[in-house]
Nanobody
């Protein structure tokens, strides 16, 4: 059974930082891209970051410079470092990976940016 479990979400003040983790199991994580998405209340799910199997990151232009994604294939885990957080970053953050077996999502972790 494939499982993705996000953690690290929290309430943080504007300008603060958080590091999210996505622990995977039941899948050969090192073979696949790892994606991060977010969904704010009343909005569509938005792509946040991707890291390729060999660790090459990619981001939407709007988030370049503040968000950094990485992975540790020995731990089957992806990470999302978020700096200079803004209230508009408030959302549930999800990780996702896609294999020949299907598309797999975690349950999400809540990030709230507020003073």
């Amino acid at each position: 059974q494939v499982q993705l479990v996000e953690s690290g979400g929290d309430l943080v003040q504007p300008g603060g930082s958080l590091r999210l983790s996505c622990a995977t199991s039941g899948i050969n994580f090192s073979l696949y891209n790892a994606h991060w998405y977010r969904q704010a209340p009343g909005k569509q799910r938005e792509w946040v970051a991707t890291t390729t199997p060999d660790g090459i990151p990619n981001y939407p232009n709007s988030l370049k410079g503040r968000f950094t994604t990485s992975r540790d294939n020995t731990k089957n885990t992806a990470y999302l470092q978020m700096d200079s957080l803004k209230p508009e970053d408030t959302a549930i953050y999800y990780c996702n990976t896609n294999s020949w077996r299907g598309s797999f999502w975690g349950q999400g972790t809540q990030v709230t940016v507020s003073s």
